[in-house]
């Protein structure tokens, strides 16, 4: 275990007690800090009181949605990572969830090791890629506005294409794959082929390169594609 991550500070939104305890003794037992809470109003007293480095919210809570509990918290510019953890698993569930503002989501039942992997993940992200508008080098996207710019000036991006680059640079990093490309555009009510995939990364590289934008999209040949920093000269 890392010394940086015995000093991470964590809140879990939880009101199963025993699934709560259980959640609790894994982070712990891995060394992070663990701030409790089981509804919205306790969830949002916590995020305002405490500089937390993760939260790890239920959706079903006593006193309300946790996705409502998210979408109030971003509109406020909170940008600390949010990890969901519900028994809602299909398609349009994740889709909504990482619509209002969530930056990870995982499947109830819990398993303890791959709850681990996913909080080493989202702690290792910059924190200049979480909240409403993600940043990386001179590019950013103001979710709330729906607009992409390169030092501040703007890129003309279609819907499809706003929603590709939004998730890749939620990403920053880490390798997306196509599947979950597809599940992410599901919603527009088509399958989409690899062709059309390779369709939007190409028009996205076009308008990023148009708008002189220092990020570079790898692909990773039969698998999916890779959002980075170009690196200096």
Known sequence: MQDADSKM????????????????????????????ATTVAELLTAAAAVAYDLLIVDLMLP??????????????????????????????????????GADDYLIKPIHQAELLAHVRALLRRPAEVMGPILRIGNTEFDEAMAEVRCSGKPVRLRLRERRLLALLMRRSGFLVSKNMI????SEFGREMSANAIEALISRIRRALSDARSDVVIETVRGVGYRLTAAKGE
């Not at 199963?16 to 982070?27: F, Y």
């Open 9 to 36: 500070h964590i809140l879990l939104v939880e009101d199963n007690l025993r699934l709560q305890e259980l959640i609790e003794q894994a982070l712990r037992g891995a060394g992070y800090r663990v701030d409790l």
């Open 63 to 100: 006193d309300g949605d946790g996705l409502d509990a998210i979408r109030t918290l971003r509109a406020q510019r909170f940008s600390v990572p949010i990890l969901i953890m519900t028994a809602r698993g299909s398609i349009d569930d994740r889709v909504r969830g990482l619509d209002a």
């Open 182 to 185: 597809e599940e992410a555009l």
